[in-house]
């Protein structure tokens, strides 16, 4: 995990060569600690972060800023103006006049265009507006974009290989998923040179190899993937209707749309899945802000020392007595400004309602969430699978079940989106011929079925719906 910078108030930062130097110490480290060489390595599939960004100067290589995270929030006013602006109030009746005519669902999503935080395209208009020396890059063919993937492709390779996956094309929110290419109209409305973006290639596909100077020998890269697309992957749901909820840093609901593309206003998102020769498969996500960074904000702050401590401290008690936590310490979808508080605070709250309201906050987030996918994904939901660190935690496992009232699944193995990197590459490079040998190597460590009424549960969630609306930036 590379520790993020702050620069400024609600700027998230990587740098770089922490991100580079400490990625290939993990490739060393894992293969030491499997008692392998690197010369049996068949393979290497590469699962990164999404939506994290840098630009760096073609010809030098040299990086003109960190890497913006996802989380960043320094493109807030530009948001926050984009979506109050008559331009965009005048593309939303151009698109919704074209889907009417045409009824092609490709102009149903730019019909109702609103930008966030999260998205890349309003940081990468903020670093063109501010950034001049890239700006100056721009105009003479010499930028460079690129998400994770395709900087550690780029140094893995000495330079040689300039590319990025359609998972992590279509997660930066400039990709176009219906054309499969990065999108003029939008690059032309924000103020982006097209120039910058570099070949969308299959996520299962042979990039080339790593330079021997790295590892001591060169190691095919067989796989570039994002990381909730191959949470997915190595979770098995290839069947439509397969739903996977990730509860790591963020949460993410994703849900296997087979060959269609689901436009949805608001709250869900069209993704690319992956691509495989011919198979294209699409998604449709949620997601929520701070879940991880929420428990490990209260640890740092000493609410408990242990994290394996906030299941048994949440139990302690029949419930949170009122106390509700508002997450939202970097960004929000529906409001960048949302402000992260708790409420209902007692005399006698303690330490264990705190810890409570926040495992709570995670499972009525969830529910939301569910409920949103089963109003506006027309596919039956088949199973459900979760992982990230906090599916580990089986208050918050159980209580989403409830509250659901649906059977989850959780694998023996949390971290899911190397393994899906690794079924990838293995498919690439015929080490697996075809994923049905990769469902028989799945193993299911528990499985939460709901025990509980969800209306038991509905004075706490009203009360914290209502935390919620109080926190909103009005």
């Not at 190899?209 to 190595?234: C, H, K, L, T, Y």
């Not at 949103?372 to 496992?397: C, E, H, W, Y």
Request: some cysteine; glycine content about 6%.
């Amino acid at each position: 995990q590379v520790e993020s910078l702050y620069p400024r108030p609600g700027w998230v930062e990587l740098d770089p060569e922490v991100l580079w130097s400490q990625f290939v110490g993990v490739i060393k480290d894992a293969v030491q600690a499997a008692g392998l060489h690197m010369r049996q390595i068949a393979g290497l599939g590469i699962s990164t972060q999404r939506a994290t960004f840098i630009t760096w100067h073609k010809r030098t290589g040299k990086p003109f800023h960190n890497f913006i995270s996802w989380q960043d929030l320094r493109s807030a006013e530009l948001v926050n103006s984009w979506n109050k602006s008559l331009l965009l109030k005048v593309v939303h009746v151009i698109f919704t006049v074209l889907h009417f005519l045409t009824g092609n669902d490709r102009y149903l999503a730019p019909s109702f265009l609103t930008f966030s935080t999260q998205q890349t395209s309003m940081k990468l208009s903020w670093v063109f507006k501010n950034i001049h020396e890239a700006e100056e890059a721009a105009k003479k063919n010499n930028c460079c974009f690129g998400t994770v993937d395709t900087w550690l492709l780029y140094r893995l390779t000495k330079g040689s290989v300039y590319a990025t996956d359609y998972s992590n094309a279509s997660a930066t929110g400039v990709f176009e998923p219906f054309t499969k290419c990065w999108n003029p109209t939008l690059c032309n409305l924000l103020s982006i040179p097209m120039s910058i973006y570099p070949p969308v290639k299959d996520t299962s596909f042979n990039f080339g190899s790593a330079d021997s100077e790295i590892f001591g020998v060169p190691i095919p890269i067989m796989a570039v993937v994002a990381d909730q697309q191959s949470a997915m992957f190595g979770e098995c749901c290839f069947r439509p209707g397969d739903v996977k909820l990730t509860m790591g840093t963020g949460g993410f609901w994703n849900v296997n749309t087979g060959e269609h593309l689901f436009a949805s206003r608001g709250d869900l998102y069209p993704l690319i899945g992956w691509k495989i020769g011919e198979e294209v498969v699409y998604l449709t996500e949620g997601c929520m802000s701070d879940i991880g960074t929420a428990i490990r904000w209260a640890q740092d702050i000493d609410l408990f020392t242990n994290v394996d401590e906030t299941e048994k401290m949440a139990r302690s008690i029949v419930d949170s007595q009122g106390v509700c936590f508002v997450p939202g310490f970097q960004v929000s979808v529906n409001d960048p400004y949302l402000c992260a508080s708790f409420m209902g605070l007692k005399p006698s709250t303690t330490r264990n309602h705190l810890v409570r309201a926040i495992l709570e906050s995670v499972a009525f987030r969830n529910k939301q969430l569910y409920d949103i996918i089963v109003k506006k994904v027309r596919i039956p939901l088949q199973t459900i699978r979760a992982d990230g660190g906090v599916s580990n935690n089986s208050f918050v496992m159980q209580m989403t079940s409830d509250l659901i009232n649906k059977k989850i699944e959780k694998p023996a193995n949390a971290d899911m989106s190397s393994l899906g990197a690794a079924f990838l590459a293995g498919l690439a490079s015929g080490f697996w011929t075809d994923k049905e040998q990769l469902k028989k190597l799945r193993r299911i460590e528990a499985v939460f079925e709901p025990q509980k009424d969800s209306e038991e549960y509905k004075p706490a969630m009203d009360t914290w719906l209502q935390a919620m609306k109080r926190s909103l930036h009005r």
